[in-house]
């Protein structure tokens, strides 16, 4: 039927009125082999129409052929597109250039971070109930090189970058190398980010010794590689350098730069073993060392090492689990009348009780980088239950003997919420 | 520490991990190193690689894919890798990422050469539709990554191996061609055999506990008509324990399906208060020790799936 329509359309374009016969004649002629070749384009256009819906169909209805041509069933990327004006039997799509547009978009994700806490601190008070972070990811591969990620923190005292650099991931020699902002790599619960703390806050080694919350996150290049070791055996360097500013500025800063070469440097050598096919052992030696808030000549040193031992039966992952980790930590900071060596350690043990419930403990002990003689004690219970893999309520009780300046008992509870795709973070 | 300790603090630092710049011997120079993400995709790349492949994997079978711990140990597997295959469909999106990303091998990473998909290869079902919200569960926006539960499949992410191997090896092509053909020709016959096995319990209605069985259901004629998870990735709650019972009681659902990797107590509970019985089904080769290959997998289920069958009627 269209395509009389159209034959019959061309026609009454094709006819003119009011000419003389002999015009008229060979204006008919004219016309016939325009209505001829149109007639010829127009057939040929209904073939290809046909040929093409049967392909279509066919499409539709055959299963991937196991033999031959493999044909990509989920695009990946690999699905032909039709361009504008290539043709295509859909409908225009106006005003959402919807998935096309966002395939390239970055991992987008959102964390809450919500505490309450009763109870006593004159030390490190905190209120009643506070949004302690809310933690936006954006994290993509850049191009075949490298990939990106950025970590920002909206908290009620305003915005910082907690993480944004570029990962090199395909350097050749083994290496790996980031550039950007990132959490050193001092010890493991300095590279943990808040959400991911099998407990609401850092220990207090790291309040006292290792600056604070925000701990050594500060703006640098790291270099990573796998060193060579016997057979089984895990072995990780890794060496950065950084500005110089880490830290928490307000509480307890513990590197500043004046200059350029003010910079710190981090370094952290790893040893990991699988002892069975479900417990594994996790050793880190870890140094620091940078200018301090004092000026210049002041140097801080920070020596660490860390001990986890890991038990996770395969077979009931999700169920059961043990985690038992310690870092130990060695402050040098260099002050004007002497140098203050201060010494701080957490003990921390966590189980896995079933697919909801984890208890865990922790103890603490700490001097004071400024006042090493000043050593604070603590310990903490932690219960907490997990409705789902993107939701986790937790409860915590704190125990802290602050020297010189009394007793703090707390009760702490925390909502986290995850929105969105958040990549997985490194183990 | 003084000025020059430091200068030798780093010295001592930077000596090191140029250390790891020395060549690290190579176990098998000629072979090409390939490292599935589950044991199911080593099987097959070691069904088309033959002796020409040497092959390694991350999670075992008998492991939940979806919670594999990204231990520093797998890193070392994956950076001597010349072809990591992994399922896709976000299956492995908590563990796999960061390990590739921490590997140091240029060979592997997204968009190279030697990182193949298998999703890409296979007929995907439960491709969700409208909109996809975590009230769902942790359901999987791209379909059902437990794709390789068909043979159908199986015989497709084969065929794009052996494309992928031929790719990076090009003088074995012919090799892994062979290799191809004489797999997919003992997996023909090996599929008429299970058919016949299963015609009887065609459409037969069973309950599982994860949506771990859609192309296994749809490749066997089995019904599954519910879950014991509420949603995917949801523990079962006492009320969705009650509905499933009733369910189950009013279809006269018999078998309960369970990977090896979830708690059969409230699985068997359902079983006693249904008169049904538990069925320990294996999703992967590896899930048990006579699963040493894909044939065997399919052997090891339908044996265990007629027997429940039989003994339900």
């Known amino acids: ?427 | 520490m003084s000025r020059s300790r430091f200068v030798k603090a780093a010295i001592i630092l930077l000596g090191a991990l140029l250390a790891g710049l020395l060549p690290v011997p190579a176990t098998a120079a000629s072979k090409l190193r390939v490292v599935g993400s589950t044991q199911d995709l080593a099987a097959l790349a070691q069904e088309v690689g033959g002796d020409r492949v040497e092959v390694e994997f991350i999670g075992r079978g008998y492991q939940d894919p979806h919670f594999v711990e990204p231990k520093p140990s797998f890193l070392l597997i994956l950076r001597h890798a010349d072809l990591l295959i992994s399922v896709g469909l976000q299956l492995e999106i908590g563990w796999l990422p960061p390990l590739i990303t921490q590997c140091g091998n240029p060979r592997i990473q997204v968009g190279a050469p030697g990182n193949l998909e298998a999703g890409q290869f296979a007929e995907i079902l439960e491709i969700p539709t409208g909109v996809v919200t975590r009230a769902m569960g942790d359901v999987h926006p791209l379909g059902n990554p437990h794709f390789w539960l068909d043979p159908e499949n199986g015989l497709r992410i084969a065929k794009g191996i052996e494309g992928k191997l031929s790719e990076l090896r090009s003088a074995d092509a012919a090799y892994f061609a062979q290799r191809y053909e004489d797999f997919a020709k003992r997996l023909k016959e090996a599929e008429k055999r299970w058919d016949v096995q299963m015609k009887p319990f065609r459409g037969r209605k069973v309950v599982t506990y994860h949506r771990s069985w859609p192309n296994f259901a749809k490749s066997f004629g089995l019904d599954v008509v519910g879950y014991i998870e509420p949603r995917p990735g949801i523990p079962p709650t006492p009320s969705h324990v009650v509905e499933i019972i009733n369910q189950m009681r009013r279809d006269k659902v018999k078998v309960i399906l369970v990977e090896p990797y979830f708690d059969l107590k409230t699985p068997q509970s359902i079983a006693r208060e249904t008169g049904g019985q538990v069925v320990v089904l294996m999703p992967s080769v590896g899930g048990d020790k006579p699963i040493t290959d894909y044939f065997k997998l399919f052997d090891y289920d339908i044996g265990l799936l007629v027997r429940a069958f039989q003994a339900a009627q």
């Open chain 1, 1 to 427: 039927m269209s395509k009389s329509v159209l034959l019959c359309s061309v026609l009454l374009l094709l006819v003119p009125a009011g000419a003389g016969a002999q015009a008229q004649q060979s204006e008919k002629e004219t016309t016939e082999a325009r209505l001829k070749a149109l007639e010829e384009q127009v057939r040929a256009l209904q073939t290809l129409v046909e040929s093409l819906r049967a392909a279509a169909e066919e499409a539709k209805v055959a299963p991937p052929p196991p033999g031959a041509t493999i044909a990509p069933l989920i695009s990946g990327g690999t699905a032909p597109v039709n361009a504008p004006g290539e043709g295509g039997a859909s409908l225009p799509v106006y005003g959402g250039a919807p998935m096309g547009a966002k395939l390239l978009n970055p991992d987008i994700s959102a964390i809450g971070d919500v505490l309450g806490s009763v109870g006593k601190n004159k030390v490190r008070p905190v209120p009643l109930f506070e949004l302690h972070e809310m933690e936006v990811g954006l994290q993509a591969i850049i191009d075949p090189y490298a990939r990106g990620d950025v970590f920002i923190s909206f908290g009620e005292t305003g915005v910082s970058v907690e993480e944004a650099y570029m990962t090199f991931t395909s350097l050749p020699g083994g290496f790996v190398a980031r550039a950007g902002k990132m959490r050193a790599a001092f010890g493991q619960v300095n590279t943990i980010h808040n959400h991911a703390l099998p407990t609401i806050e850092r220990p207090l080694v790291t309040e006292n010794l290792v600056g604070g919350e925000d701990g050594i996150d500060d703006t640098g290049i790291s270099v990573t590689r796998i060193l060579p070791a016997p057979k089984g055996l895990f072995l990780e360097g890794t060496g950065q350098v950084f500005r110089g500013d880490s830290g928490d500025v307000s509480t307890s800063p513990l590197f500043t730069s004046s200059r350029r070469r003010d910079a710190s440097v981090v370094g952290h050598l790893r040893a990991f073993r699988d002892l069975t096919d479900s417990t594994n052992l996790d050793l880190g030696f870890s140094y620091a060392r940078g200018h301090n808030d004092l000026g210049d000549p002041f140097i801080t040193q920070l020596f660490g090492i860390d001990t986890t031992y890991r038990w996770r039966p395969l077979r009931r992952a999700i169920y059961n689990s043990f985690l038992f980790r310690n870092e130990f930590v060695w402050s040098h900071r260099e002050q004007v009348a002497n140098l203050q060596r201060a010494f701080g350690l957490y003990s921390f043990a966590e189980y896995r009780l079933n697919r909801r419930w984890t208890v865990a403990g922790r103890f603490d002990r700490s001097g004071r980088s400024r006042f090493s003689s000043l050593t604070d004690t603590g310990f903490s219970t932690i219960l907490t239950y997990w409705p789902s893999e993107f939701a986790q309520i937790r409860g915590q009780y704190r125990y802290t003997r602050y020297a010189q300046q009394g007793d703090a008992n707390e009760l702490r509870f925390q909502f986290l919420y995850v929105l969105g795709a958040h990549g997985a973070h490194p183990f």
